[in-house]
């Protein structure tokens, strides 16, 4: 009881002194979220990305996150087409104990530059956002309401929210470039910027309690080290406020002469915020649907409380490719001569 009272405690601290942003252990899993430079950037027409987190659910009540998002990219290739990718992503964050719940709606827009001999690309991005943050103060526990180390639940607290729910503007902005570098590897590196506008995160009212930015330097190499075999190093650190993390690790994607599962993958990352997790990674492709799950093992001193189980994450792909259709051929008329 006392290890779920400290635990609920110090994320309560969490979430109005830090206010850590939505992300995914498996970023490159997410790219809207990642960065809004990312949208239009695959090789199809229509792309469509759901995930889902599951995080502390032997502690207190699970953290969970849902993003989905659908993203397009224009066809460079007709007139007077600009090379646009937009999109729509939408985010759902539920939080522990205090039942923290954000709903976060976006519209992701890229413009993206591709060079002459189409060995490289430069893409910028946009991700205006309207946001709505609430909060169920009847379910927290408040130092006053203890006495003599005992809580009781029918002492009114002093700690009086103005108000349960609160609503802001926030805007993302992202970098990201792609080279060829050969027949066999490509290199993709990023940078975002977010919470640019720095909006009041308080439930008391308070302009001067503000969301911190947030910046975020991402990389990806791909490299076919034999013909069935790409290998995928990965990285990303980010910063915000006095907040440092940094994740870096390594996939291994193994084609198969399949036409149900063409491609299994597996990985491994580590992440820091003093060493906070290892985080194994297995999915594959069937039928087109890309799917991926991850699994963090918690390492850092949080252990304790949560008995080593850190979270779980789901994703799913979908890329629509209008040219890997099957055409339909209309019939003709022989003429009667014939």
Not at 7 to 30: E, G, R, T, V, W
Not at 210 to 222: C, E, I, S, V
């Amino acid at each position: 009881m006392i290890k779920r009272l400290l635990f609920s405690f110090f994320l309560c601290i969490n979430i109005f002194c830090s206010a850590q942003d939505i992300h995914f252990s498996d970023f490159y899993s997410s790219p809207l979220n990642l960065n809004p430079a990312m949208a239009g950037e695959f090789d199809g027409n229509y792309r469509y990305i759901g995930n889902y987190r599951w995080q502390y659910g032997t502690v207190t009540i699970p953290y969970q996150t849902v993003s989905i998002s659908a993203d397009v990219k224009n066809n460079a290739s007709r007139k007077k087409a600009l090379p646009l990718g937009f999109g729509m992503l939408i985010n759902y964050d539920f939080t522990g104990d205090s039942r923290y719940t954000s709903y976060q709606f976006g519209i992701p827009i890229s413009y993206h530059f591709m060079g002459q001999s189409k060995t490289w690309r430069i893409s910028f991005g946009v991700l205006p956002q309207i946001i709505f943050n609430q909060i169920d103060f009847s379910r927290l526990e408040f130092p006053d309401q203890f006495i003599n180390d005992m809580f009781y639940q029918n002492v009114k607290t002093k700690e009086n929210a103005t108000d349960q729910s609160i609503r802001y503007f926030n805007l993302t902005s992202g970098l990201n470039a792609t080279f060829i570098t050969s027949k066999k590897s490509a290199l993709n590196i990023g940078f975002t910027g977010s919470n640019l506008t720095r909006p009041s995160l308080s439930f008391y009212n308070d302009n001067s309690s503000r969301l911190n930015r947030r910046y975020a330097a991402m990389t990806k190499f791909r490299y076919r080290i034999v013909p069935t075999i790409d290998l995928v190093p990965s990285a990303i650190f980010q910063f915000q406020g006095k907040l440092r993390e940094f994740q870096f690790g390594t996939k291994a994607m193994y084609y198969i002469d399949n036409l149900t599962i063409p491609m299994v993958n597996c990985g491994a990352w580590f992440r820091s915020r003093d060493r906070d997790a290892i985080i194994l990674n297995l999915g594959f492709l069937m039928n087109g649907y890309l799917v991926g799950f991850n699994y963090d093992i918690n390492i850092s001193k949080l252990k304790t409380a949560s008995n080593g189980i850190g979270a779980f994450e789901i994703s799913i792909q979908y890329i629509f490719n209008r040219s890997l259709m099957p055409h339909k051929f209309e019939a003709m008329k022989c003429p009667t001569h014939l």
